[in-house]
């Protein structure tokens, strides 16, 4: 259940995150668990219940796929084609941070995760959003494995 003072009140399947939707395979499965959500929505007195991702329930339901919602889209051929796909004054700003001397470092070890978790955090305090709990992160790589 998400409330905000500028949107109103909903109920979201993952209120600050960009997908989460249902997690089944199963038709009969998908529309049980929209169904509840939309029971729980009413009980909840939200007017809207939002499903970010996963199956898509039959029947009745608004879909929008015009609004930008997620952040997914195919990598370029070359570095430069990528970078040429980056908005101009964005771009700039990824020019300036081109110049400096930064690795890339890869890793699953506690000292990735720690650091990892610390740009993370600072990002998203930043823009207003809740952080997430570090234990998340490790339950993710316990859960998830090489996949993470």
Avoid at 106 to 122: I, K, S
Wanted: one cysteine or more.
């Amino acid at each position: 259940e998400v409330r905000s003072r500028l949107f109103g009140k909903a109920l979201v399947s993952n209120g600050f995150a960009v997908g989460g939707g249902i997690l089944a395979d199963n038709p009969a499965a998908v529309a049980a668990l929209a169904d509840a959500g939309w029971s729980l929505a009413q009980r909840l007195h939200c007017p809207t219940l939002e499903l970010r991702g996963g199956a898509m329930p039959e029947g009745p339901w608004d879909f929008d796929d015009h609004s930008y919602l997620g952040f997914v889209r195919p990598l370029a051929e070359s570095d430069a084609a990528e970078l040429a796909a980056i908005p101009r004054k964005q771009r700039a700003e990824v020019r300036k941070a081109l110049e400096n001397d930064l690795d890339v470092a890869v890793g699953r070890e506690a000292g990735d995760l720690r650091a990892h978790y610390a740009v993370y955090a600072e990002s998203v305090r930043n823009l207003g959003t809740p952080v997430f709990p570090a234990r998340l992160f490790r339950s993710v790589l316990d859960q998830f494995g090489d996949a993470a």
